[in-house]
């Protein structure tokens, strides 16, 4: 990549990737993008990922801001996954082809990603559970822990929250703005502490 680290090209910079990804396309089933200050739990983004099976269907699915696009748009904080023919669609049909796929680079690489997938007939589905909790969380657990949920989300998704209380599962996929240390914690709290018999 030949643009500077700014926001500001980040649509650019998307589209050299998915580019990219095309190539490989048929050697994978999935693709996931998230930030750089992003945990993700990729076993429990497997799990997810194994029982929806459908990587020659057009999907996304990530966690739905309900602003700036009409039906809203998957938050690239905590990550938005493309099935292999959603991936192909965007970019055989959609990137520098089709005229509601905007070109202009600027941040919001998440907003114009999801206008582009719907663009070319990419159905976007919630990451969320049966009983409606969210899989990718667009915040750090910490903030998700201390602020009242309600005022944390006011007018920005599509359904209000249940309560005003975080209610932790253990099947989330992804946080963001998780600092550099949180990930070693985090790291270290999943995958090797285990508890002891007494």
């Keep these: 990549m ?36 992003t945990y993700a739990f990729v076993s429990n983004l497997r799990q997810f990922l194994a029982a929806e099976d459908e990587p020659s269907e057009p999907v996304m699915w990530g966690y739905r801001w309900m602003r700036l696009c009409p039906g809203g748009y998957f938050s690239g904080g905590s990550g938005y996954v493309l099935t292999r023919e959603a991936l192909k669609r ?3 049909r959609a990137i520098d082809r089709h005229p509601d796929c905007p070109t202009t680079d600027e941040d919001k690489e998440d907003v114009k990603m999801c206008l582009c997938g719907r663009a070319v007939g990419v159905r976007l589905e919630d990451g969320r559970l049966e009983n409606g909790r969210d899989l990718f969380y667009p915040y750090s657990a910490k903030t998700m822990a201390q602020e009242n949920m309600k005022t944390l989300y006011f007018g920005l998704w599509g359904s209000d929250p249940k309560s005003s209380v975080l209610d932790f599962d253990p099947s989330h996929i ?6 550099n240390n949180e990930m070693y914690i985090f ?4 995958y090797y502490l285990r508890p002891i018999e007494f």
């Design 2 to 37: 030949t643009e500077p680290e700014v926001r500001s090209h980040l649509w650019v910079k998307m589209r050299k990737i998915l580019r990219e990804l095309y190539h490989v396309a048929d050697d994978y089933d999935y693709f996931y993008k998230a930030d750089d200050d």
């Design 90 to 92: 965007i970019v055989e």
């Design 174 to 179: 992804s946080f963001h703005y998780i600092e």
């Design 187 to 190: 790291e270290f709290l999943t």
